[in-house]
């Protein structure tokens, strides 16, 4: 059966970073993940380990068959078969691939957390998902999406790219 609301988040900060989350979306078109929505880019500051580039960010709406592990598995095969390597945890990047929920589902296991474990902290993450679906609710405690955004500290910049900004 195919769940039609999953939302990745697509992020680079090393090399040409919008040709990386391109090839992302292209990969993961080409293996049982149908794009059917994306956001704006958003170009973001880095969170965690602050001595590196800047981001950019992005989040799409899925369809898939994949179950949430398969599609974990998934994009670790896509983020490694474009370049990244194994590195310090928040370190640079050539791309990274995050579900950030998968339809209503509640999963909290070793491999897998859904809804991500730092959506609601994370502008970068937040700001692009709501940009494709504004009324979204946590299926933690039924919350807005868009109040724990208003809550959030706004320190971190992040912005939203316009075409003159976009390096295509």
Same mark, same amino acid.
Request: glycine share 2%; hydrophobic share 40%; aromatic share 6%.
């Given at each position: ?14 090399? &040409? ?12 078109? !080409? ?11 958003? !170009?973001? !500051?880095?969170?965690? %380990?602050? /001595? %590196? ?11 898939? /068959?994949?179950?949430p592990l398969a599609l974990l598995s998934?994009?670790?095969?896509? !983020? ?7 590195? +310090?945890?928040?370190? +640079?990047? %050539? ?15 070793? &491999? ?22 504004? %009324?979204?609710?946590?299926?933690? /405690?039924?919350?807005?999406?868009? &109040? ?8 971190k910049k992040v912005q939203k790219l316009?075409?003159?900004?976009? +390096?295509?």
């Amino acid at each position: 059966m195919e769940t039609e609301r999953v939302f990745l988040s697509l992020g680079a900060n090393i090399g &040409d970073r919008a040709a990386n989350i391109h090839r992302a979306e292209v990969n993961l078109a !080409e293996n049982k993940v149908k794009i059917v929505a994306r956001s704006a880019m958003y !170009e973001t !500051e880095p969170v965690e %380990q602050e /001595d %590196q580039p800047w981001f950019l960010n992005m989040v799409i709406r899925v369809k898939t /068959d994949l179950s949430p592990l398969a599609l974990l598995s998934r994009c670790k095969e896509i !983020e490694f078969r474009l370049g990244r390597k194994p590195g +310090p945890r928040f370190g +640079p990047r %050539q791309i990274d691939i995050d579900i950030l929920l998968f339809d209503n589902a509640i999963i909290n296991t070793d &491999d897998l957390i859904i809804p991500h474990p730092r959506l609601t902290e994370r502008r970068f993450m937040l700001l692009p998902l709501l940009e494709i679906e504004p %009324q979204l609710i946590d299926p933690r /405690d039924n919350v807005a999406f868009s &109040d724990k955004l208003r809550r959030l500290n706004k320190q971190k910049k992040v912005q939203k790219l316009t075409k003159e900004l976009l +390096p295509y």
